[in-house]
């Protein structure tokens, strides 16, 4: 990039935005970051109330990407960093299931009947597979067949993004189970891999900063202040101009409520796609606007409930697969860590999927808290009576939505922006509409910034391999 004077600006101060930022601190290059919230982190923060800290939705550090992990260890020592112990279930009529699913466990769990007629429904399947492999259900149903489907996958999927499960796509199924199946399943299970040198099994332990994933965008702000950039908290971005498919200048509207205008010669952005081709001046064409209206969001709650650490679950998160209650998930945060709780207590948190504006988003914390206290109860997973506080954590635009039409509206915005406004980089989970992760969030925020000084790599194919991400290589 030439130094004409003008400055790059980030959007967003998440995992995605401040490692844009970081490297291009390595670049000598000092930036703006416009920050719609008061802290850093994005989802990947960690809330503190009253002296407990959670985190949003639970985020392991564990990664296949060698420059996503020494960049972490980089940013934050490594004796800041525990080492942790990887358990999770799914609870399904009164019992603890594996997770991911081990066909031992699940078929033993069900019961003789139950796991004769999964075994024969998987079979089923193989020889009459579902006609539409293109939705979450079809996929999943053709490689566990259709009684596992419903039990392990079809109501937690349906709790998640609010719609049937035949209205989701097959990529969310394809990014986050990859090659698994039953039949795999069972193979690992009964035949070892003989004459094999690379043994494949589960990830079973993960880092994590000892007060929660935001310790680490605590520090990596910090970094990237000392060296020049400068973080603008509580602004949000009204317009990003342009002249001839010349980057030219963004807006943006600050915290006291001045609009200021910064010339700028790049923006990397990880505020929500639709937001961004929104903010473009002059307007994009109608059928790019269209594509950007028909990309949708699912939002997120957390109800944290404190009480003693007896008798509660080992694991680090549980997945709840009952209908009855809307809780989708519930987080043991002293399993994540003992130091993001006090002593002789633990921190659950009860993870709700909603959408802004519904009637969950907008019920008093109060009543959320009776909520989660109540739907805790009738689970029966713990003594309800000795939560002694609760505290909610509300998180707009958590997932990117995965439905019919979101893939052809992506690929017509990310055309025209790369034929239109080159220097315009959309990384991170928000900036692409894809359900990422933090590694591979980092990373795209990583190729891009190689893009700005001439490299060619091409960010859309980050997390699109064949790994699923819960295996390894021994």
Known sequence: MSNNGKQVLVIGAGPAGLTAAYELRRKGESCIIIEADDVVGGISRTVVRNGWRFDIGGHRFFTKVPRVEAFWHEVLEDERFLLRPRMSRIFYRGKFFDYPLKASNALGNLGVIEAIRCVLSYVWVRMRPPKDLTTFEGWVASRFGWRLYRIFFKTYTEKVWGV??????????????????????????????????????????????????????????????????????????????????????????????????????????????????????????????????????????????????????????????????????????????????????????????????????????????????????????????????????????????????????????????????????PVGRNGMHRYNNQDHSMLTAMLAVENMYGAQNDIWSVNVDDDYHEEKKD
């Open 164 to 425: 049937p499960a035949h209205e989701i796509q097959a990529d969310w199924a394809a990014q986050r189970i990859k090659n698994l199946s039953l039949f795999k399943a069972v193979m690992n299970a009964v035949l070892p891999k003989r004459g094999s040198t690379e043994i494949t099994s589960l990830i079973d332990r993960f880092q994590y900063p000892a007060l929660g994933p935001g310790m680490l965008w605590e520090e990596c702000a910090k970094l990237v202040t000392e060296s020049g950039s400068t973080i603008e908290f509580k602004s949000r971005v009204c317009e990003i101009r342009n002249i001839g498919n010349r980057l030219m200048s963004v807006e943006y509207l600050s915290k006291s409520g001045e609009r200021t205008s910064v010339e700028v010669k790049a923006v990397v952005s990880s505020m929500p796609l639709p937001d961004l081709i929104r903010a473009i001046s002059p307007a994009v064409p109608n059928d790019v606007l269209e594509a950007a209206n028909g990309l949708i969001h699912r939002d997120f709650m957390t109800i944290a409930l404190v009480l003693p650490d007896v008798s509660i679950f080992p694991d680090n998160w549980i997945y709840i697969h009952d209908p009855s209650v809307n809780v989708g998930r519930i987080q043991n945060f002293r399993s994540w860590s003992p130091f993001m709780v006090k002593d002789g207590f633990t921190c659950l948190g009860l993870e709700y999927f909603v959408n802004k504006g519904d009637e969950l988003w907008e019920m008093a914390d109060k009543d959320l808290i009776d909520l989660g206290i109540k739907e805790l109860a009738s689970l029966n997973i713990v003594d309800t009576t000795t939560i002694i506080e609760g505290h909610v954590v509300r998180m707009p635009k958590a997932y990117p939505m995965y439905d019919a039409g979101y893939q052809k509206n992506v690929d017509l915005i990310r055309n025209w922006l790369s034929a239109n406004l080159p220097d315009v980089y």
